[in-house]
């Protein structure tokens, strides 16, 4: 067969083989097979080898000719599967915005946050400010300048991790009063939310971390009078009614005369029950005068100027607000139970 037959044959081999490739991969596959390196119109190519002087470049030019018409033929194809493709893609793909959409599960403030927010909105509007504490801190502020003598056994009261040198993790949130009373010149009226740390066995009951709120009072002729109006008024608030409070003697180093305070039980009204362990009253936080030593220290004359103070425990109080019956439940992180807090 003469190469001009042959050249009319691959033609027709390459159109009928074109109108069989149904896919873009076939297409590509036809494309390799025609036009590649090894593929049947180079080979024509190397036949022009074996031709006279005068036949090469018109059959050279057949040859070309023929690749340029059969490469459109083919890129054509080849356009037109790729976009039946696409499309039937698509239809498959289509979004129904009928569906409903899938809910995100939002995030809640943790109890104790949303204890403390309404703690601090309440004393806030009573004229308090808030001021936040280390809770690192030295010796000094932790126990020193709260009148807490070297090796004295009031220190012992409070288990505490001690970190390198003179530094603490500090037990209470009383630091705060000693750095108060050296930044600020009376009135002193502050209140100082956050983290406490006691290196003590985990149990329902304790934890080795913790929240209070602690808040005080510096100026001229801070009485009792006022402290047991102050807490009246902050515990009606938070609670919501009326409560009656009690205070009971009790001794922290640096207040004189040292109380502790009570409040009516919440849930049985004094009557007794498992939540006030049969006594009526639940226990809520310590309090007192600001022993005139810490006042000195701080440089505050105590015949000018006299104060309170009282520091609660946070945990407790949403504990006593829930009735839950264990601590540990605050830093389990479950969201069952923290979703219970909306
Ligand atoms: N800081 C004391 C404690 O952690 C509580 C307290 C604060 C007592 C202020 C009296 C005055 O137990």
Redesign the pocket.
């Known amino acids: 067969m003469s190469l001009t037959d042959r050249i009319g044959q691959l033609r027709e081999f390459f159109i009928q083989e074109l109108s069989q490739s149904g896919t873009a991969k076939d297409l590509e596959s036809l494309k390799i097979k025609y036009f590649g390196k090894k593929g049947s119109i180079q080979a024509l190519m190397l036949e022009l080898k074996s031709c006279t002087k005068d036949e090469r470049p018109v059959l050279g030019k057949m040859i070309n000719d023929l690749k340029v018409e059969l490469t459109s033929h083919c890129e054509n194809s080849l356009a037109r599967v790729k976009g039946e493709e696409l499309n039937k893609r698509l239809l498959k793909e289509v979004i129904d915005p009928t569906l409903p959409g899938r809910r995100q599960s939002l995030g809640r403030k943790h109890p104790i946050m949303q204890i403390l927010d309404r703690a601090i909105d309440i004393l806030i509007s009573m004229g308090f400010s808030v001021k936040l504490g280390p809770n690192a801190d030295t010796d000094y502020y932790n126990f020193e300048g709260l009148n807490f003598p070297p090796d004295h056994p009031a220190r012992d ?2 288990d505490t991790f001690y970190l390198s040198g003179d530094w603490l993790l500090r ?4 630091n705060v ?1 000693v750095h108060a009373m050296e930044e600020i010149e009376p009135p002193i009226r502050v209140i100082a939310p956050g983290r ?1 740390f006691r290196n003590e066995t985990i149990s329902a009951r304790s934890h080795v971390f913790f929240h ?1 709120i ?1 808040g ?1 009072y510096i100026d001229r002729n801070v009485s009792f009078a006022d402290l047991f109006a102050t807490m009246e008024e902050f515990w009606s608030k938070l609670l919501g009614e009326k409560v009656e409070t009690r205070f009971r003697p ?1 001794y ?1 180093p ?2 004189e005369p ?2 502790e305070v009570d409040l009516r039980c919440t849930s049985c009204r004094g009557k007794g029950c498992r939540l006030c362990k049969q006594t009526g009253w639940l226990e809520v ?4 005068m ?1 022993h005139p030593n810490v006042l000195k220290k701080c440089k505050i004359d105590p015949d000018e100027y006299s104060g309170y ?5 946070i945990e407790r109080l949403a504990i006593l607000q829930h009735a839950i019956p264990d601590i540990r439940m605050f830093t389990q992180n479950d969201a069952r139970f923290l979703s219970q807090f909306a």
């Open positions: 009261m409070q037990t209470h949130t009383s009063q406490c209070q602690e005080f009790s922290f640096f207040v040292g109380l936080c310590g309090a007192g600001i103070a009282w520091g609660m425990g």
